[in-house]
């Protein structure tokens, strides 16, 4: 059975902090914490034990939990200051290496944890947890879920739950239910402590039935404590129930952990923070080359004091002017502007900002309003400035927003980008990040200004000082300056200097073709969603009443509790698997019931009517009677794949379902224009092809070359002829998953 090892990462940070002695480099800065991560991930390779590893990181703010109880983990006191100085450099480390890390905003890491479980399990995968936390005790189940405590160095499994609180894994979260727990501010029942909660759970397993038969349910005390904390129990239990549907889908394959040293990469970094044992570790097997470094600048050659700029403010138009008048056709200029929001179809320009080399950066403010706010450029001079600008050789950043703003909102013509650090960093690299933050940590260890720093949650850019935005703004052009040598740089160094081509001839000219796509759209008729919606919800209704005739009861059937509940306890049917949030009611689990009972069959049939009702049809009909016209905007990310395919958001028009007679009818909401019409267009196995006239290889050759379906033909060798047609999906898979380097292992 393979593994998948998941890490509860701020969890296993904390730990590693306190169980290490306080260590520090030569300059003073800590790195007991980074220590222990870096002895960690060297572990994991020595050992090989785990074939897949996943990172589960908190996020900044409150979650659904703070929603239910307000004074959830009000009493934690802050983290120690050398502990908060070496996580973000932690988590870059995380990311440099290439590992996944998983997080959503309004959830903790114990909800990704458990829902990379849910679906890690599903797919047969032994699930390894290294944390500490006693929250994922409910997680534990022998042979399939364990947790290990990396600092101690042990497994928790269920009879360790058992010795440790005298209660079943699977009891877990109505014990703390009634326990509590200090530490998060979750109150429990109030009286009651581990070893009353443990003989109550033992005996009712759930509040539930602890209420039902409270006037037997221990001494007078206990009842009494139980009956004035009844609503704090059932709180509580919200509070500590993990959740699993942090996301709605999950590729663990994309998890995989490599038999390789990830060390390697960090040298440099090891080097600055004086890590010799670190240090040591990652050089192991560099002869091999199992880690293709990247061109990093030494931190030595540049060190803080020396990466710098001066930031000015061009608030007249005669200061502007002086600027703009030096400028000339082979000017190399970083550009960039600041907005009141990120849809270019509504957003305002606040100022602008650019960089004509690497000691200073100009910001000019336009659109700034707060009580007090200095002299700023007008409109009118600071769009001549920007068309003068726009003469020059253009950089920047994303370069794709700044033009799509200045078309949308000022109807200008932007030129062919000269540079674009996002879609260079892409070139180089697709499966990295590109961000300018991270960009400017990896090429020179700079530490860029936070925007959530600048502007207060529920303001926009023009609330900010102008002083503070002349910096902020600065920073980003003058960063995207230094960026572009630094990248061009290491292009060169790593025989990558045809891709500057690439750039120049495929991607500046394609950012163009996109911000045009972007602009006009696509038409939806309403109508028809209106049609579809009503069909649905009319449907719905009927099997909903269909779903409680056969089932005998009413219940609701978008709860896999309660379904679970009805299918395998009120109905009685087999193969139900629990859980501890009740039985597993996902899809698979349902296929392998079909003819079990003839309520499932409605179920499903629910399940696809409501996800197109509610993923699809309701969404884009809402998103298209904004417009007048009726048309829905989306954003194409360039540099959104590591295939080189784009990507698109807001919405996702490229996941509109097409195999089902459902999805195919949202699909003919989309329609063109009165005199028009929509051509779909698409290669026929390009990938392959091109496969083929690279390697020419005879088999390919020949098979292309008789017109021959190159997935059935390796259907047929994988299946036989008689499920050849059935499973071609399968061989399309392996076809391509083996041309992207999936290799045999995974194949398999």
């Not at 074939?51 to 589960?56: G, I, P």
């Not at 979650?63 to 009000?74: G, L």
């Not at 370069?399 to 996002?422: A, E, I, R």
Request: hydrophobic share 40%.
């Amino acid at each position: 059975m393979k593994t998948i090892t998941i890490i509860d990462t701020f969890g296993f940070f904390f730990r590693s902090y306190f169980a290490l002695p306080p260590l520090r480099n030569s300059e003073g800065f800590p790195t007991g914490l980074l220590t222990g991560f870096a002895n960690l991930v060297d572990s994991l390779h020595r050992e090989h034990r785990t074939d897949y590893l996943v990172f589960a990181l908190d996020t900044k703010g409150k979650t659904f939990r703070n929603d239910i109880y307000p004074e959830y983990k009000a009493n934690r006191d802050p983290a120690p200051e050398d502990l908060v100085k070496q996580l973000p450099i932690a988590i870059e480390w995380i990311e440099q290496m290439g590992f996944a890390n998983l997080s959503r905003e309004g959830y903790e890491a114990d909800d990704v944890i458990t829902t990379v479980t849910k679906f890690a399990k599903a797919q047969g995968l032994k699930v390894r947890i290294i944390s500490h936390d006693k929250d994922l005790y409910q997680m534990i189940e022998d042979g399939k879920v364990e947790m290990y405590d990396w600092v101690k160095g042990g497994i928790v499994n269920e009879q360790s739950c058992i010795d440790k609180f005298a209660v079943h894994p699977r009891d877990f979260i109505n014990f703390q239910a009634i326990l509590g727990d200090s530490s998060d501010n979750v109150p429990g029942v109030k009286g009651i402590g581990k070893v009353g909660a443990s003989k109550l759970i033992n005996i009712y397993h759930t509040l539930e039935a602890i209420y039902e038969d409270i006037e037997n349910c221990g001494t007078p005390r206990i009842q009494k404590l139980l009956l004035e904390s009844k609503e704090l129990a059932f709180m509580s239990r919200d509070l500590v129930t993990m959740r699993t549907d942090v996301f709605a889908d999950m590729d663990v394959e994309s998890f995989v952990f490599e038999d390789k040293n990830y060390l390697s990469c960090l040298l440099d970094e090891f080097e600055q923070y004086e890590m010799k044992q670190a240090l040591r570790r990652a050089k192991v097997g560099m002869e091999g080359l199992d880690c293709e470094r990247e061109y990093v600048p030494s931190v030595k050659a540049i060190s803080k004091s020396t990466l710098s700029f001066e930031a000015i403010t061009l608030d007249s138009k005669e200061k502007l002017a002086s600027i703009i008048s030096t400028l000339h056709k082979d000017t190399l200029v970083a550009f960039d502007t600041e907005t009141t929001g990120l849809d270019t179809k509504v957003a305002q320009m606040v100022g602008f900002s650019f960089c004509l080399d690497k000691t200073k950066a100009y910001y000019v403010p336009i659109g700034h309003h707060y009580l007090g706010v200095e002299a700023q450029v007008s409109l009118e001079d600071a769009l001549k400035a920007i068309k003068v600008l726009m003469h020059c050789q253009v950089i920047g950043q994303n370069l794709k927003f700044d033009f799509s703003l200045l078309v949308n909102q000022y109807g200008l013509t932007p030129p062919l980008p000269y540079g674009d650090t996002m879609i260079l960093a892409w070139l180089s690299n697709p499966s990295r990040k590109v961000g300018l933050d991270t960009l400017a940590q990896q090429y020179f260890k700079y530490k860029m200004k936070p925007f959530k720093e600048m502007v207060k949650k529920g303001d926009d850019f023009s609330t900010v000082a102008i002083t503070d935005a002349t910096f902020y703004a600065g920073e980003d052009a003058w960063m995207t300056f230094m960026l572009y040598g630094a990248i061009k740089k290491h292009m060169d160094l790593s025989s990558l200097s045809h891709l500057l081509k690439e750039a120049k001839e495929v991607e500046y000219p394609f950012m163009q073709v996109l911000l045009r796509m972007e602009r006009l759209g696509i038409k939806i008729d309403p109508s028809k969603l209106i049609t579809l919606q009503k069909t649905l919800s009319e449907d719905l209704l009927v099997l909903t009443q269909e779903i409680y005739t056969l089932s005998g009861r009413e219940f609701n059937i978008k709860s896999p509790k309660q379904l679970g509940e009805v299918l395998f306890g009120h109905l009685g049917l087999k193969g139900g698997k629990k859980t501890k949030t009740g039985y597993s009611t996902n899809e698979s689990v349902l296929q392998t019931l079909t003819d079990a009972h003839e309520v499932i069959p409605k179920i499903l049939e629910y399940r696809s009517f409501q996800k197109i009702l509610s993923t699809y049809v309701e969404p884009l009909l809402k998103l298209s009677k904004v417009d007048k016209d009726s048309r829905i905007y989306t954003h194409f990310g360039q540099t959104g794949t590591a295939t080189g395919r784009l990507s698109s958001r807001d919405p996702n028009l490229q996941n509109i379902p097409v195999r089902s007679a459902l999805g195919r009818s949202v699909r003919e909401a989309f329609i063109a224009k009165e005199g028009y019409v929509l051509v779909s267009i698409d290669y026929s196995q390009i990938e392959l092809r091109l496969l083929a006239h690279f390697s020419q290889d005879e088999a390919l050759l020949d098979a292309f070359n008789q017109h021959i379906d190159i997935h059935l033909a390796t259907s047929t060798i994988l299946f036989g002829e008689e499920d050849a047609q059935a499973k071609r999906s399968f061989a399309k898979s392996i076809n391509f998953g083996l041309l992207y380097g999936m290799g045999a292992k995974k194949a398999l």
